[in-house]
């Protein structure tokens, strides 16, 4: 048996019919993890499982939503294994014998080939033998370069971020002469946003459009118009966008021939977080694994939260539908995250919703004190509400870290940043810039991406424009003269005008042609870009030191792997955060109050939690209102708010709000009615007060009482 789990936690990790051969066949099955009921764990403990069983390490397929996650889910198996290795041997347990063919997890701890140095060998470095796990982005660029000629792509095609789709967006746009139009055109981000909506829901574009941009609704064929044409200029440069990567390995799957090349690749796929799949990544794996065997997918309906993604939360409502009648669900109903009477809330949240598995969660964690559900009357009040409730909490004993402040939107906070600066209550506000969004970093990693790739015209035109003298006129000239000479860097050393004649500029050309021929070893290459564009960065920035440190940096992140595709790849799919991103307050002490929106609170955990405006308009919003499916999602929302609570869980009502002016209100105070989500079953798990607490004490009361009988005994006294 493994250690360290629960029985529902075993009974979901040793799913399955152990070989006798070695392996471990099973049926389809998904695990219904709800909120800090171990599904990390569990997942560990099913790959530990597999590979005491004797699946090859390397025929597992491991996809999670970051690459942090699936590298501390190979750790966690590789201890596990590690364990039961290691109390095999001391209880005398002979590796190399013969596993009977109906053995139990009990009775199979080693399969009959772990005796073998190969086999001993995965087991020892599991966490290296797990070497296909990493994000679905990930795992379809792999794939997708191993494959790439079988479907008309080149293996050394490009990878657009955000950003630079958003660029190419603009480019194509006025290119069509549609920013030039009488009335005004989707901005370039709103284009992608359609875009990336089209291609992961797999919806026409006007389905999506009446959705989920009204306003756009007129646009309908420029629309269409423009993302052919974007879709055209990527092939043209070589480039996949970041959606590209799940659409093509989607199609890639589709073709019955390489569909069973990428089949025989593994046994069994784990896949985390299941809620939050879209329609293109669950079918990959359905075409993928027709049958399901060997598929383990974890998740929790009641937490799919990311909508505006095209996540679709029918993917793991329907997962035993699609892979009937032989899936099976198992799920993890014991908290060990939250005390009970925060559980009674979240249940009777989760058993007003209008579908789901309604994994209700108990715990062992037994307190009296009920969630608060603490009314004030404005902002300013519930911001004084919560300082004196986070200092209060401090002096006994709880660091500010183990304390956060929730909410729904980021505007929320504005008030309260105020207030937290003004009594010197150092914070960090979750969701700040990332490290590649900082503007000098793009500019360096892009001189290494032209280099890389010279068709990529959006990198080439960015880098050309940091030169002195060169405007988008002249950029675009010089990148023309690159593609009439075949994308020779070289060439550019012939490019005649007055403005390039000078070091930076030829230094720049030789630079590319040496990194795009590889006559600089890849171990130096970031660091001979860093070194030219030092210069360049002292010429457009301010504060040019502090900024070289994050070019520094990046030439250090770089050392981590071992060619440049891969720096390029994995820094664009799974990119680092900026440390510089934490408020300046925050580093007065080694101590500070995490601030949240719940999207980025989510799988995260805090001691005290404070979650802001519970009223209708904001929780749930506004715009959910009239709208069935999108109110479901608010509600699931709302109830990862609620879980993300260990110990004091505190929500605030305020009686008005301000509303900034972008919304549809205008900026002005609105009166705020109660949350539709506190119904008279969830007020009764709550505990009620208002802010400032105006309640009688039992000596208040007591006098109230003998005042009211002496004005009834006058009053009755007039009439004897």
């Given at each position: 048996?493994l250690p360290?789990?629960?029985e529902q936690?075993?009974?979901?990790?040793?799913?399955?019919?152990?070989?006798?051969e070695g392996?471990?066949?099973?049926?389809?099955?998904?695990?219904?993890?709800?909120?800090g009921?171990?599904?990390?764990?569990?997942?560990?403990?099913?790959?530990?499982?597999?590979?005491?069983?004797?699946v090859?390490?390397?025929?597992?397929?491991l996809?999670?939503?970051?690459?942090?996650?699936?590298?501390?889910?190979?750790?966690?198996?590789?201890?596990?294994?590690?364990s039961?290795?290691?109390d095999?041997?001391?209880?005398?347990?002979?590796?190399?014998?013969?596993?009977?063919?109906?053995?139990?997890?009990?009775?199979?701890?080693?399969?009959?080939?772990?005796?073998?140095?190969?086999?001993a060998?995965a087991?020892?470095?599991?966490a290296?033998?797990?070497?296909?796990m990493?994000?679905?982005?990930s795992?379809?660029?792999?794939?997708?370069?191993?494959h790439?000629?079988?479907?008309?792509?080149?293996?050394?095609?490009?990878?657009?971020?955000?950003s630079?789709?958003?660029?190419l967006m603009?480019?194509?746009?006025?290119?069509?002469?549609?920013?030039?139009?009488?009335?005004?055109?989707?901005?370039?981000?709103t284009?992608?946003?359609i875009?990336?909506?089209?291609?992961?829901?797999?919806?026409?574009?006007?389905?999506v459009l009446?959705?989920?941009?009204?306003?756009?609704?007129?646009?309908a064929?420029?629309?269409k118009?423009?993302?052919?044409?974007?879709?055209?200029?990527?092939?043209?440069?070589?480039?996949?966008d970041y959606?590209?990567?799940?659409?093509?390995?989607?199609?890639?799957?589709?073709?019955?021939?390489?569909?069973?090349?990428i089949?025989?690749?593994?046994?069994h796929?784990?896949?985390?977080e299941?809620?939050?799949?879209?329609?293109?990544?669950?079918?990959?794996i359905?075409?993928?694994?027709?049958?399901?065997r060997?598929?383990?997918?974890?998740?929790?309906?009641?937490?799919?939260?990311?909508?505006?993604?095209?996540?679709?939360?029918?993917?793991?409502?329907?997962?035993?539908?699609?892979?009937?009648?032989?899936?099976?669900?198992?799920?993890?109903?014991?908290?060990?995250?939250?005390?009970?009477p925060?559980?009674?809330?979240?249940?009777?949240?989760?058993?007003?919703?209008?579908?789901?598995?309604?994994?209700?969660?108990?715990?062992?964690?037994?307190?009296?004190?009920?969630?608060?559900?603490?009314?004030v009357?404005d902002?300013?009040t519930?911001?004084?509400?919560?300082?004196?409730?986070?200092l209060?909490?401090?002096?006994?004993?709880?660091?500010?870290?183990r304390?956060?402040?929730?909410?729904?939107?980021?505007?929320?906070?504005?008030?309260?940043?105020?207030?937290?600066?003004?009594?010197?209550?150092?914070?960090?506000?979750?969701?700040?810039?990332?490290?590649?969004e900082?503007a000098h970093?793009?500019?360096?990693?892009?001189?290494?991406?032209?280099?890389?790739?010279?068709?990529?015209?959006?990198?080439?035109?960015?880098?050309?424009?940091?030169l002195?003298?060169?405007?988008?006129?002249?950029?675009?000239?010089?990148?023309?003269?690159?593609?009439?000479?075949?994308?020779?860097?070289s060439?550019?050393?012939?490019?005649?005008?007055?403005?390039?004649?000078?070091d930076?500029?030829?230094?720049?050309?030789?630079?590319?042609h040496?990194i795009?021929?590889d006559?600089i070893?890849?171990?130096d290459?970031?660091?001979?870009?860093?070194?030219?564009?030092q210069?360049?960065?002292e010429?457009?920035y301010d504060?040019?030191?502090?900024r070289?440190?994050?070019?520094?940096?990046?030439?250090?992140?770089?050392?981590q792997?071992?060619?440049?595709?891969?720096?390029?790849?994995?820094?664009?799919?799974?990119?680092?955060?900026?440390?510089g991103?934490?408020c300046?307050?925050s580093?007065?002490?080694?101590?500070?109050?995490?601030?949240?929106?719940?999207?980025s609170?989510?799988?995260?955990?805090?001691?005290h939690?404070?979650?802001?405006?519970?009223a209708?308009?904001?929780?749930?919003?506004?715009?959910?209102?009239?709208?069935?499916v999108?109110l479901?999602?608010?509600?699931?929302?709302?109830?990862?708010?609620?879980?993300?609570?260990?110990?004091?869980?505190?929500?605030?009502?305020p009686?008005?709000?301000?509303v900034?002016?972008?919304?549809?209100?205008?900026?002005?105070?609105?009166?705020?009615?109660?949350?539709?989500?506190?119904?008279?079953?969830?007020?009764?798990?709550?505990?009620?007060?208002?802010?400032?607490d105006?309640?009688?004490?039992?000596?208040?009361?007591?006098?109230?009482?003998?005042?009211?009988?002496?004005?009834?005994?006058?009053?009755?006294g007039?009439?004897?």
């Amino acid at each position: 048996m493994l250690p360290n789990c629960t029985e529902q936690q075993r009974q979901a990790a040793e799913y399955g019919r152990v070989l006798a051969e070695g392996g471990v066949d099973s049926e389809p099955q998904l695990i219904i993890a709800g909120a800090g009921t171990g599904k990390t764990n569990t997942l560990a403990q099913r790959a530990a499982f597999l590979v005491l069983n004797g699946v090859d390490p390397a025929r597992i397929l491991l996809m999670t939503f970051s690459r942090r996650a699936a590298t501390e889910l190979a750790n966690r198996a590789q201890r596990i294994v590690h364990s039961r290795l290691k109390d095999a041997e001391m209880s005398g347990e002979k590796q190399g014998e013969k596993v009977p063919a109906n053995a139990t997890g009990d009775q199979s701890v080693i399969a009959a080939k772990a005796g073998t140095d190969a086999t001993a060998s995965a087991l020892d470095s599991l966490a290296d033998g797990l070497n296909w796990m990493g994000t679905f982005h990930s795992i379809a660029n792999r794939l997708l370069r191993q494959h790439a000629t079988s479907i008309g792509l080149e293996p050394d095609f490009s990878i657009m971020d955000r950003s630079d789709s958003a660029d190419l967006m603009d480019v194509m746009r006025h290119q069509l002469g549609f920013t030039g139009m009488e009335k005004r055109f989707p901005k370039k981000a709103t284009c992608v946003d359609i875009y990336s909506r089209c291609v992961n829901s797999q919806e026409p574009l006007p389905e999506v459009l009446e959705r989920d941009f009204p306003w756009c609704g007129d646009w309908a064929e420029e629309l269409k118009e423009l993302f052919k044409a974007y879709t055209q200029a990527k092939q043209r440069q070589l480039s996949l966008d970041y959606d590209d990567l799940l659409l093509y390995w989607y199609l890639l799957a589709g073709e019955e021939a390489i569909a069973q090349k990428i089949r025989g690749l593994f046994d069994h796929i784990l896949v985390d977080e299941y809620q939050d799949t879209n329609r293109l990544q669950a079918g990959i794996i359905q075409r993928l694994f027709p049958d399901g065997r060997g598929v383990t997918v974890v998740g929790d309906d009641a937490q799919s939260i990311y909508a505006f993604r095209a996540a679709d939360v029918d993917n793991i409502l329907s997962f035993p539908e699609q892979f009937s009648p032989h899936a099976k669900v198992f799920p993890l109903s014991e908290n060990f995250r939250s005390n009970q009477p925060i559980l009674d809330l979240s249940n009777a949240i989760l058993k007003e919703s209008r579908e789901g598995y309604k994994n209700f969660l108990h715990s062992s964690k037994q307190v009296a004190h009920k969630p608060r559900l603490v009314s004030v009357e404005d902002a300013e009040t519930q911001s004084r509400y919560i300082v004196e409730q986070v200092l209060k909490a401090r002096e006994e004993g709880i660091d500010l870290k183990r304390q956060a402040v929730l909410f729904r939107s980021g505007h929320h906070s504005d008030h309260l940043e105020v207030e937290l600066r003004r009594h010197d209550i150092p914070y960090v506000k979750h969701g700040g810039l990332k490290f590649l969004e900082s503007a000098h970093v793009k500019d360096a990693l892009c001189v290494l991406r032209w280099a890389d790739n010279p068709k990529h015209r959006i990198s080439g035109f960015r880098v050309l424009k940091l030169l002195p003298g060169v405007g988008p006129k002249v950029a675009e000239k010089i990148l023309d003269h690159l593609e009439q000479h075949d994308f020779d860097f070289s060439s550019l050393r012939s490019y005649k005008s007055a403005v390039m004649d000078h070091d930076t500029w030829y230094s720049l050309v030789t630079l590319l042609h040496a990194i795009h021929h590889d006559l600089i070893e890849w171990s130096d290459q970031m660091r001979q870009v860093s070194l030219w564009f030092q210069p360049v960065l002292e010429s457009n920035y301010d504060n040019p030191y502090s900024r070289n440190g994050d070019i520094e940096q990046l030439a250090q992140i770089s050392q981590q792997a071992p060619c440049r595709e891969r720096f390029l790849s994995e820094l664009i799919l799974d990119p680092p955060s900026k440390s510089g991103a934490l408020c300046d307050d925050s580093h007065k002490d080694d101590d500070f109050l995490i601030l949240s929106t719940v999207h980025s609170a989510k799988g995260q955990e805090w001691h005290h939690v404070y979650l802001l405006n519970v009223a209708d308009g904001n929780f749930p919003n506004e715009y959910a209102a009239n709208d069935p499916v999108a109110l479901e999602e608010e509600r699931r929302l709302f109830y990862v708010a609620l879980t993300r609570a260990q110990q004091h869980l505190h929500l605030i009502q305020p009686l008005k709000y301000w509303v900034p002016e972008q919304q549809r209100f205008g900026g002005k105070h609105v009166y705020g009615a109660k949350s539709r989500f506190l119904t008279k079953p969830v007020l009764a798990t709550l505990e009620e007060m208002p802010f400032p607490d105006n309640r009688l004490t039992e000596a208040d009361k007591a006098a109230g009482e003998k005042v009211l009988k002496d004005i009834k005994k006058q009053v009755m006294g007039m009439w004897d």
